[in-house]
């Protein structure tokens, strides 16, 4: 724990080490569909920077190692493969968050309370394998070109009825080096309503969930197409087409990818509500919800 948490402190220096010390060599065009690409603020790079990382340049880095058992392997599985606390050490630049992009637009977003927690991996190998022999996911997905994991997840708080949620993409191809309170800009509540609680719980649930497949000014995943906007539209619009939506996608959209959240209960599902109207583009009361629809 020692060693993680003197590589998370890596991260805050005021500039980490230069590209060129690295312990990795960056090439600056891809040389094979596995590359890693690099992005965000990196060190000794100018921002906006692409550079890519090779599959066995990364299999020369130290290794971590867990046995694991998540939605991507269903049976106990040995992972092997690099903290992303150590990529962050030794290629970040002022960046206290991390983010994975994948092949389908899918983003995850690791904050410095996540990686100290959680301490999450980019996967190298699988049971000893190489990724030219990796299972595909149960979805039938390919997993290539890189997986993140973690040893066993215990979540490390809890909004409502939403628990802290194991961050494991799969077919991730690009990792960026940010500052958090860039990521979380667009999304963050407006000032006027950053002392209302249920607001400030939609926000905490969201910015965890919903993020990784809804995006705004430029920031969060693509794979779900509606953008922040169109989710509090909707959510103004009609809020309990909203809610159902969010506890059983398929039943309101047949055929939606979306993962419903059976679990949540009435209390989460208005403070998500609640969050999302206030980003809405519609000329809606400003009252509560709750508060509207109680009305005769």
Request: with cysteine; net charge negative.
């Amino acid at each position: 724990m020692g060693f993680l948490v003197g590589l998370l402190l890596a991260m805050f220096l005021p500039a980490a080490a230069p590209t060129s010390q690295s312990s990795i060599p960056l090439y600056a065009q891809r040389t094979s569909p596995g590359d890693l690409e690099i992005g965000g603020e990196l060190a000794g790079l100018p921002a906006g920077a692409t550079r890519y990382l090779h599959y066995d340049d990364l299999l020369r880095l130290p290794q971590e190692t867990a046995t694991i058992t998540d939605d991507n392997f269903r049976a106990p599985t040995r992972i092997t493969g690099v903290s992303l606390a150590r990529l962050a050490a030794l290629l970040g630049k002022h960046a206290d968050m991390i983010v994975a992009i994948c092949y389908d637009s899918y983003r995850s977003n690791y904050s410095p309370e996540y990686l100290a927690a959680h301490d999450p991996i980019l996967v190298l190998r699988v049971n000893g394998q190489t990724r030219d022999r990796w299972p595909k996911a149960p979805s039938g997905d390919r997993l290539t070109p890189y997986v993140i994991s973690h040893p066993p997840f215990t979540p490390r708080f809890k909004v409502l009825s939403h628990e802290d949620e194991a961050q494991i993409p799969y077919g991730v191809t690009r990792i960026e080096f940010h500052r958090g309170a860039q990521v979380y800009a667009p999304i963050l509540p407006a000032a006027r309503w950053r002392g209302n609680a249920m607001v400030q719980d939609g926000y905490l649930i969201a910015r965890e969930d919903c993020f990784r497949c809804h995006s705004s000014g430029g920031e969060g995943g693509t794979m779900g197409h509606s953008s922040w906007i169109d989710l509090g539209n909707s959510a103004a619009r009609d809020p309990e087409r909203f809610r159902r939506i969010i506890h059983d996608p398929s039943s309101v959209l047949p055929g939606a990818r979306m993962p419903g959240e059976p679990g949540y209960d009435a209390a989460t599902l208005n403070a998500l509500v609640e969050y999302f109207r206030t980003f809405a583009s519609l000329n809606i009361a400003s009252e509560p919800v709750a508060e509207r629809e109680s009305k005769p």
